[in-house]
Nanobody, 121 residues
Framework: QVQLVESGGGLVQPGGSLRLSCAAS????????MDWYRQAPGKERELVAR???????TYADSVKGRFTISRDNPKNTVTLQMNGLTPEDTAVYYC???????????????WGQGTQVTVSS
């Protein structure tokens, strides 16, 4: 199994920055993608940013130009640098991964437990 552990959430004022980190551990054969999702109260979970093994990145329109995802493939880590935060960014942020825990296993996905990000003055 693959375990994902997030860190870096907290309280920040509007316009501030936070950096989230996620480390994958356990039985890992290959992780095709590592992502960040978020879920605000009363809203559905949404994809914030994705980084693939090949180096491509995808962002939600709402965070383009403000957030940057980066991935260290050998270390199986992914970070999300968040700048220009607004109250609308307040949510629980989840690390997510897609891939294979073993070459004999089917494609799978895993979730971290989430870290709270609160943007408020």
């Amino acid at each position: 199994q693959v375990q994902l552990v997030e860190s870096g959430g907290g309280l920040v004022q509007p316009g501030g920055s936070l950096r989230l980190s996620c480390a994958a551990s356990g039985s890992i054969f290959m992780l095709n993608a590592m992502d960040w999702y978020r879920q605000a109260p009363g809203k559905e979970r949404e994809l914030v940013a994705r980084a693939t093994t090949g180096g491509s990145t995808t962002y939600a329109d709402s965070v383009k130009g403000r957030f940057t995802i980066s991935r260290d493939n050998p270390k199986n880590t992914v970070t999300l640098q968040m700048n220009g935060l607004t109250p609308e960014d307040t949510a629980v942020y989840y690390c997510h991964a897609l891939g294979y825990s073993d070459y004999t296993k089917p494609h799978d996905e895993w979730w971290g437990q989430g870290t709270q990000v609160t943007v408020s003055s």
